[in-house]
């Protein structure tokens, strides 16, 4: 059982950087993957979430959606137990609710061509509001 808190959101203006911690609480395993969602306003079922991007705790292997790839990066420290979303260069249109999630046990990490699936999410933390202005 995981429990998972995330900080770090705030307001920036377009073209800004905010860097969101993820603090999980439990013991994670070199199978599991932690990743980022984020739920933009109106959206309300947990199936609408986006993912953004995972990071697999065995070996580190990052994974990103297209649509922040170069802007995002995914880290984990060394207890494994902190996960960090650095997001540069932000957009307005990527104002959200940003979710911090753990992904059950698995083989392999998530790579290029893979989808990031908010219901193979085992377990998600409240949130933090990223608001971003023009």
């Known amino acids: 059982y995981l429990q998972l808190a995330e900080s770090g959101g705030g307001s920036v203006q377009a073209g800004g950087s905010l860097k969101l911690t993820c603090t999980v609480s439990?013991?994670?395993?070199?199978?599991?993957?932690m990743g980022w969602f984020r739920q933009f306003p109106g959206q309300k079922r947990e199936e609408q979430r986006e993912?953004?991007?995972?990071?697999?705790?065995?070996?580190?292997?990052?994974y990103y959606a297209d649509a922040v790839k170069g802007r995002f990066t995914i880290s984990q420290d060394n207890t494994k137990n902190i996960v960090f979303l650095q997001m540069n260069n932000l957009r307005p249109d990527e104002t959200a609710r940003y979710y911090c999630?753990?992904?059950?046990?698995?083989?392999?990490?998530?790579?290029?061509?893979?989808?990031?699936?908010?219901?193979?999410?085992?377990?998600w933390g409240q949130g933090t509001q990223v608001t971003v202005s023009s």
């Open positions: 993912g953004v991007a995972a990071i697999y705790t065995g070996d580190g292997t990052t």
């Open positions: 999630a753990a992904f059950p046990g698995a083989s392999r990490p998530y790579r290029d061509g893979d989808n990031l699936d908010p219901t193979d999410v085992g377990w």
């Open positions: 439990g013991t994670l395993y070199s199978t599991n993957s």
